[in-house]
């Protein structure tokens, strides 16, 4: 359909996609205030309980999916209620700006921005200091994973208490891992989209797709010191059941390697922050979704905090695909293995 559209010159295909994506506005609820409100000159969403408290409640940063280039603070009402009055937390849910009209690091540094002024002012909310979560599904999965390595070395902000990485895209290296090459074709996010995503996020536009979705964008000498942490190695054996064929490496291309050389900035692929940076994160959550492209890279993070010392809590939805969270009452219709994930982070957030 947008496709169509863009062919008739009448909108591009992202317009069509937001607008398919604006969510419903939503009438006053009767648990929870809500406003809109600035912070540090981004938009944000703040969801209050109503109900007294006996002391400073928990708070949650909340980042939107939307590959960076859908999604709102509308889209995701329905989840942010849900977080905020199933486990009784102050929720901010932030509208970063988007690409491809904002590239890379404008939506990270939108969400990075937003936290520090939360935990400059968590008093005002009413939110205690020692139990401030970052939280995010997809690309905002990543974008919660790439504050939390910015915020974690940080000596003069509250520390984050945990980050909640819903099936969250970690990098750009190595888009034939186990998971890219079983679930390609799976709803709702297709191999080819994956790799569109990143590039849009990252150059304003998808040009050498092809050869980023064959790995001729990296030079061997990265790939070998990349290794250690993206490799389908790092991935356990029962995730390789499925049909994966080891890959013959295609030839490095520099050109292409000179237009997406951000790839490699941890900011951008949080897979590949150094072990120093991983070793200070918070407690973590990490869902992944058996039917997901981005399986592997939750998985390799699960392994990369566990390897550092870090706790983490893995929720795996053995019939999830991705996206199923944002679905949770979506239009009338809910999977259920969605409210599940979704109150296995409620369970989570309430051991805090």
């Known amino acids: 359909?947008?496709?169509?559209?863009?062919?008739?010159?009448?909108?591009?295909?992202?317009?069509?996609?937001?607008?398919?994506?604006?969510?419903?506005?939503?009438?006053?609820?009767p648990k929870l205030f809500i406003?809109?409100?600035?912070?540090n000159k981004v938009p944000v969403r703040v969801y209050q309980p109503k109900a007294t408290s006996d002391g400073p409640r928990r708070g949650i940063l909340f980042f939107h999916g939307g590959g960076w280039v859908f999604g709102s603070l509308d889209t995701y009402e329905k989840v942010c209620r849900y977080l905020s009055r199933e486990s009784d937390s102050v929720v901010v849910s932030v509208q970063y700006r988007l690409a491809p009209e904002h590239?890379?690091?404008?939506?990270?540094?939108?969400?990075?921005?937003?936290?520090?002024?939360?935990?400059?002012?968590?008093?005002?909310?009413?939110?205690?200091?020692?139990?401030?979560?970052?939280?995010?599904d997809s690309a905002g999965g990543n974008l919660a994973a790439a504050v939390?390595?910015?915020l974690a070395g940080s000596s003069h902000l509250p520390r984050l208490r945990a980050q909640i990485l819903i099936y969250p895209g970690l990098?750009?290296?190595?888009?034939?891992?186990?998971?890219?090459?079983?679930?390609?074709?799976?709803?709702?996010?297709?191999?080819?989209?994956?790799?569109?995503?990143?590039?849009?996020?990252?150059?304003?536009?998808?040009?050498?797709?092809?050869?980023?979705?064959?790995?001729?964008?990296?030079?061997?000498?990265?790939?070998?010191?990349?290794?250690?942490?993206?490799?389908?190695?790092?991935?356990?054996?029962?995730?390789k059941v499925r049909g994966v064929k080891p890959l013959r490496p295609t030839d490095f291309i520099a050109e292409v390697y000179e237009t997406v050389k951000r790839f490699c900035e941890p900011n951008l692929c949080?897979?590949?922050?150094?072990?120093?940076?991983?070793?200070?994160?918070?407690?973590?959550f990490i869902l992944t979704c058996e039917y997901d492209v981005l399986r592997d890279d939750g998985l390799l993070y699960k392994k990369r905090l566990e390897d550092?010392?870090?706790?983490?809590?893995?929720?795996?939805?053995?019939?999830?695909?991705?996206?199923?969270?944002?679905?949770?009452?979506?239009?009338?219709?809910?999977?259920?293995?969605?409210?599940?994930?979704?109150?296995?982070?409620?369970?989570?957030?309430?051991?805090?």
Not at 3 to 29: A, P
Not at 121 to 127: F, I, N, P, S
Not at 330 to 337: K, T, V
Request: charged residues 20%; glycine residues 8%; hydrophobic residues 35%.
């Open 103 to 136: 590239k890379y690091p404008a939506a990270y540094e939108d969400c990075l921005s937003a936290t520090q002024h939360f935990l400059q002012h968590l008093q005002h909310y009413g939110v205690d200091p020692a139990r401030v979560t970052v939280c995010g």
């Open 171 to 239: 990098q750009a290296l190595d888009f034939n891992l186990p998971s890219y090459q079983q679930n390609r074709g799976v709803p709702l996010l297709f191999r080819e989209r994956a790799a569109f995503f990143a590039l849009l996020y990252l150059n304003g536009d998808a040009l050498h797709m092809q050869e980023v979705l064959e790995g001729s964008h990296i030079p061997p000498d990265m790939r070998l010191k990349y290794r250690k942490w993206v490799s389908p190695d790092n991935i356990p054996e029962e995730f």
């Open 148 to 150: 939390s390595q910015t």
């Open 35 to 39: 406003q809109d409100l600035q912070f």
């Open 1 to 29: 359909q947008g496709r169509i559209l863009e062919k008739t010159g009448l909108c591009s295909q992202i317009t069509f996609g937001r607008y398919v994506r604006q969510g419903r506005k939503l009438g006053l609820d």
């Open 270 to 284: 949080p897979l590949l922050a150094e072990d120093s940076v991983v070793h200070q994160l918070p407690e973590s």
């Open 308 to 352: 550092n010392g870090v706790r983490v809590t893995w929720y795996h939805l053995e019939d999830g695909f991705h996206g199923i969270i944002s679905l949770y009452d979506y239009c009338g219709f809910s999977f259920p293995s969605g409210k599940r994930g979704l109150d296995r982070v409620v369970n989570f957030l309430k051991t805090l």
